[in-house]
């Protein structure tokens, strides 16, 4: 019963044998995947795979390294695609200050403020990408206290993630907690409930350990809940159970 929280199917690694992997995870039960736009084209291409699959779902939103393609004739076509049933948030959106070659800083933050906008308009749950931007991050979605989410691929620190609980967000736990060099990541999720954590793939980058290194597909969030089970002392079953329930009540899925 596994729902994969942040999904990119649309990438061009699955250009090959998209529609085997999708059939392949599905008889892996795999019962959910929040399939979520990065760029106009995977914008589109994640709502065509919502539109395609029953138990795929779409986000869809400018992420940062892409600030440079949005304008507000974009802005209004996110929120065109926002009155189909299957698009269930604005995402994903944020800022990666990681990469120099990305949009300058300014940029990134007025794209990531409009479509904060947007989503509190809408009443819409977020997924945010934050990599290298922590305080920025945080000061920009305190400016919108009526809208959570979920930060996703979460790479801050104890205290970052207990303020964006506090805020009412959840924290994406990707394949990186299962990885010997992740103490950071384990210590998050220690400290933080299981009703505020997420699965997540960012397929089909970040494959978990066994797999590491390899093309990464939502059955293989397996070894997520497993390492999760293990911080935390609980059962496999039980994380599985929260996790889904965690997603289903972040995009609104009856």
Known sequence: MIFDSHAHYDDEKFDQDRECVIKEIK???????????????????????????????????IHPENADEYNHEILKEIEEYTQDDKVKAIGEIGLDYYWEENPPKDVQKKVFREQMALADKLNMPVVIHDREAHKDTLEIIKEFPNVTGVVHCFSGSVEFAKECVKLGYYIGVTGVVTFKNSKKLKE????????????????PYMAPSPNRGKRNKSDY????????????????????????KNIENMIKIP
């Open 27 to 61: 008889e892996s039960g795999v019962v959910g995947v929040l399939n979520c736009g990065s760029s106009v084209k995977g914008m589109r291409s994640s709502v065509e795979l919502a539109r395609k699959y029953d138990f795929f779902y779409a986000a869809v939103g």
């Open 188 to 203: 998050v999720v220690k400290e933080i409930p299981m009703d505020r954590l997420l699965v997540e793939t960012d397929c």
């Open 221 to 244: 969030i397996k070894f997520i809940i497993e390492e999760i089970s293990s911080i935390k002392e609980i059962s496999y079953d039980e994380v599985e159970r929260v996790t889904k």
